[in-house]
Nanobody
Framework: QVQLVESGGGLVQAGGSLRLSCAAS????????MGWFRQAPGKEREFVAV????????YYADSVKGRFTISRDNAKNTVFLQMNSLKPEEAAVYYC?????????????????WGRGTQVAVSS
């Protein structure tokens, strides 16, 4: 089992920035690819970004490329999502998730463990 706890959400103005964190405990953190997803009310959960076990390979949704950065600190069992130039339509609950696969995946159903999420609100 892996336990994931997100933090760092809040209210920000459009164009502003937030840095989300996800702290992991349980099994060896570095064994998992880590992803970020988001879900707005009435919408499906959507992929945002994923980082490989080593941190060397990253993959982003097209909608966030150039504005969001995913990173991880395996010594601290934490994955981060730096979000810049936020848009009102990006308001959602943001989740981190762990995937034991050796390939990077974007489908939520492929992920093994999930946090409870952190709320991000973006005012226009």
């Amino acid at each position: 089992q892996v336990q994931l706890v997100e933090s760092g959400g809040g209210l920000v103005q459009a164009g502003g920035s937030l840095r989300l964190s996800c702290a992991a405990s349980g099994r060896t953190f570095s064994n998992y690819n880590m992803g970020w997803f988001r879900q707005a009310p009435g919408k499906e959960r959507e992929f945002v970004a994923v980082i490989s076990q080593s941190g060397r390979t990253l993959y982003y949704a097209d909608s966030v490329k150039g504005r969001f950065t995913i990173s991880r600190d395996n010594a601290k069992n934490t994955v981060f999502l730096q979000m810049n130039s936020l848009k009102p339509e990006e308001a959602a609950v943001y989740y981190c998730a762990a995937d034991v696969s050796v390939i990077l995946r974007s489908a939520p159903s492929r992920y093994d463990y999930w946090g409870r999420g952190t709320q991000v609100a973006v005012s226009s």
